[in-house]
């Protein structure tokens, strides 16, 4: 339908993005369905996947749609407002080393922080479970806790980290890790090269700083890029692109209003501060990121895709040279949220719908 694509937004003067008509044909597949907040997916060599669900659980879905009982092993996350399991990420090497990270919710209502733990997956629930980081200072309440990871090539870790809602100004201290994207090694410790790695003007983890509440990480694999998106407060969600040392300016500039109405901030750029790649106002609530890389949709290559739980749909985000330069909205007869949004090793993009009864979908050529 025509009207689909006829989506008024209010664009960025640093970029005005163009509302793109429909470039490839697909078809939605539902591989599993009943899977209670599904929150992040991963692929696992022989085919079939790992499901992690906000209420914590981690699932072994086969390639069928057949979905196992929970795995043992698992932490016992913080399911408190927007606590819970966050990410689950299989190592590079998994193939040799069955190592996988799992990012949540940890603590007590009182005093809690985003935390990852690494472990080997057996045939019924991970081993071997170590605590790899865990974000400081403690905050109270759960909002806010960021939570995606991947990994770059040299086979550090890049985590984010929210800024607790209530502790904004965090995200501004270096010393800080709330409102941050931390880098750190297999082993949990600080890289040498991160750019406060000496702890003089800065934590040695924090690799960025000036981040509200990232809900999407992706990293270009040709060129070793890390792109984010975040959530801003009344208006202002972000994509960024991520430079080691970089202030991305929340809250000290924000292109978003207080829920009240007030401002957060009377200034949308300043001084040493980034500029978003894009910027949405009114808010789309972004939720799930993707680059695809794949052969199976060769109009959709190189292009960022983010969930928009707003509007119960995805945005494609037409990238040339590294700019964005068109938005087309996808997958809205789906009328539901999508919370990830993931590539698959088959070409094929992958939904994760977030209700109780969340399914897994396979978008097909």
Same mark, same amino acid.
């Given at each position: 339908?025509?009207?689909?694509?006829?989506?008024?937004?209010?664009?960025?003067?640093? &970029?005005?993005?163009?509302?793109?008509?429909?470039?490839?044909?697909?078809?939605?597949?539902?591989?599993?369905?009943?899977?209670?907040? /599904?929150? %992040?997916?991963?692929?696992?060599?022989? *085919?079939?996947?790992?499901?992690?669900?906000? +209420?914590?659980?981690?699932?072994?879905?086969?390639?069928?749609?057949?979905?196992?009982?929970?795995?043992?092993?698992?932490?016992?996350?913080?399911?408190?407002?927007?606590?819970?399991?966050?990410?689950?990420?299989?190592?590079?090497?998994?193939?040799?080393?069955?190592?996988?990270? &799992? %990012?949540? @919710?940890?603590?007590?209502?009182?005093?809690?922080?985003?935390?990852?733990?690494?472990?080997?997956?057996?045939?019924?629930?991970?081993?071997?479970?170590?605590?790899?980081? !865990?974000?400081? /200072?403690?905050?109270?309440?759960?909002?806010?806790?960021? #939570?995606?990871?991947?990994?770059?090539?040299?086979? !550090?870790?890049?985590?984010?980290?929210?800024?607790?809602?209530?502790?904004?100004?965090?995200?501004?201290?270096?010393?800080?890790?709330?409102?941050?994207?931390?880098?750190?090694?297999?082993?949990?410790? @600080?890289?040498?090269?991160?750019?406060?790695?000496?702890?003089?003007?800065?934590?040695?983890?924090?690799? %960025?700083?000036?981040?509200?509440?990232?809900?999407?990480?992706?990293? $270009?694999?040709?060129?070793?890029?890390?792109?984010?998106?975040?959530?801003?407060?009344? #208006?202002?969600?972000?994509?960024?692109?991520?430079?080691?040392?970089?202030?991305?300016?929340?809250? =000290?500039?924000?292109?978003?209003?207080?829920?009240?109405? =007030?401002?957060? %901030?009377?200034?949308?750029? =300043? /001084?040493?501060?980034?500029?978003?790649?894009?910027?949405?106002?009114?808010?789309?609530? +972004?939720?799930?990121? @993707?680059?695809?890389? #794949?052969?199976?949709?060769? =109009?959709?290559?190189? $292009?960022?895709?983010?969930?928009?739980?707003?509007?119960?749909?995805?945005?494609?985000?037409?990238?040339?040279?590294?700019?964005?330069?068109?938005?087309?909205?996808?997958?809205?007869?789906?009328? @539901?949220?999508?919370?990830?949004?993931?590539?698959?090793?088959? *070409?094929?993009?992958?939904?994760?719908?977030?209700?109780?009864?969340?399914?897994?979908?396979?978008?097909?050529?």
């Amino acid at each position: 339908m025509i009207s689909r694509y006829l989506v008024a937004l209010l664009m960025t003067p640093l &970029l005005a993005l163009s509302v793109l008509p429909a470039q490839a044909d697909y078809q939605l597949e539902t591989v599993a369905e009943d899977l209670n907040f /599904p929150w %992040s997916i991963a692929f696992l060599p022989d *085919g079939n996947y790992l499901v992690a669900t906000r +209420p914590g659980d981690l699932l072994r879905v086969s390639k069928d749609g057949d979905v196992s009982e929970p795995l043992s092993g698992t932490p016992e996350p913080l399911v408190e407002g927007q606590g819970g399991y966050f990410d689950i990420m299989l190592d590079q090497d998994f193939t040799d080393n069955r190592t996988v990270y &799992l %990012s949540f @919710a940890w603590g007590t209502l009182d005093a809690n922080a985003t935390r990852i733990v690494k472990a080997t997956l057996g045939e019924s629930g991970l081993e071997n479970t170590e605590v790899l980081f !865990t974000a400081s /200072p403690t905050k109270a309440a759960g909002a806010h806790f960021g #939570g995606k990871m991947v990994q770059l090539a040299d086979g !550090t870790i890049v985590l984010a980290t929210g800024d607790g809602f209530d502790y904004r100004e965090a995200a501004q201290d270096t010393f800080s890790q709330l409102g941050k994207i931390i880098r750190l090694n297999k082993d949990g410790s @600080a890289p040498a090269d991160n750019p406060f790695a000496d702890g003089k003007a800065g934590n040695p983890y924090v690799w %960025s700083y000036g981040h509200r509440n990232t809900q999407g990480l992706v990293v $270009d694999t040709t060129t070793n890029t890390v792109y984010n998106h975040e959530h801003g407060p009344q #208006g202002g969600d972000e994509i960024n692109r991520i430079e080691p040392g970089k202030n991305y300016g929340w809250p =000290a500039i924000t292109y978003g209003i207080n829920y009240s109405g =007030a401002y957060v %901030s009377p200034f949308q750029q =300043a /001084p040493g501060m980034e500029q978003p790649l894009k910027y949405w106002v009114p808010s789309i609530a +972004p939720s799930g990121f @993707a680059l695809y890389e #794949g052969d199976a949709f060769p =109009a959709w290559r190189g $292009d960022l895709f983010v969930g928009a739980l707003v509007d119960k749909e995805v945005r494609r985000i037409d990238m040339e040279d590294g700019q964005l330069v068109a938005e087309e909205p996808l997958f809205s007869e789906l009328d @539901a949220r999508i919370r990830d949004v993931r590539v698959g090793p088959d *070409g094929f993009l992958y939904l994760l719908t977030d209700s109780e009864t969340g399914k897994l979908i396979r978008v097909k050529p």
